[in-house]
């Protein structure tokens, strides 16, 4: 593993969107070879299944993948290898229509990288309106921060910014709130009210929940 800040981690997350069409056995597949993955040397968690809920004023998404690396170069080493571009090709191509993926560097993450399979998580990703400044875009993110000590239920909390525009759509702030199971994510609802506060400044919103199967898994460390 690539020697990197040992309180540092780079959150992956990519959403996908399943055909309508699709044959469900195709997609229990997809998740199936997407949670394999977590064998490759540089990921140290990796989670793939079913979104619990979606609400977004454009997009809509039906599964999500979440892993978890200790440098940008271990999520490269990821991308590229061989066994993550044939997952991609022969297992989620076929099946998907759709798909959005952002990372972030999570910088002073002292907690473990693994996330307990039954927990819930929310993950919310924003777009900011054209031209918003520095400050803008650092009132966003402190907003979000600031989350944690409004729900003391919430286990885990990463928020930053996109630095793989590729697949974004264009947005660019993103985080992760982790909490023991639904009955606490529910009590988050009022978070919701984040994106009336910012309006002035988020020109999108996606807020997706899900719940981490049991095959949810972590690399040895």
Request: aromatic share 6%; charged share 20%; with cysteine.
């Amino acid at each position: 593993m690539s020697s990197s800040n040992p309180n540092q981690i780079i959150e992956h997350i990519v959403l996908f969107k399943a055909k309508p069409d699709a044959d469900p056995s195709a997609v229990n597949a997809m998740l199936r070879n997407l949670n394999s993955l977590v064998s490759l040397d540089s990921v140290i968690y990796l989670s793939a299944g079913p979104v619990s809920r979606c609400r977004s004023n454009s997009l809509t998404f039906t599964h999500v993948l979440h892993s978890r690396y200790r440098s940008k170069p271990d999520l490269t080493s990821y991308s590229e290898n061989p066994n993550h571009v044939s997952v991609v090709a022969n297992y989620v191509k076929p099946v998907v229509d759709d798909v959005m993926a952002v990372d972030w560097v999570a910088g002073d993450f002292s907690d473990p990288p693994v996330v307990s399979p039954g927990s819930a998580v929310r993950l919310t990703i924003l777009k900011l309106k054209e031209g918003t400044g520095e400050s803008c875009k650092s009132e966003v993110l402190g907003t979000l921060k600031g989350v944690e000590e409004q729900f003391p239920s919430i286990e885990q909390l990463t928020v930053g910014e996109n630095f793989s525009p590729g697949r974004a759509k264009g947005f660019s702030i993103c985080s992760i709130a982790v909490f023991k199971g639904m009955k606490e994510l529910e009590a988050m609802d009022s978070e919701s009210e984040l994106a009336n506060e910012q309006k002035d400044k988020v020109d999108g919103v996606v807020v997706l929940d899900y719940v981490v199967a049991a095959s949810a898994q972590s690399a040895s460390l």
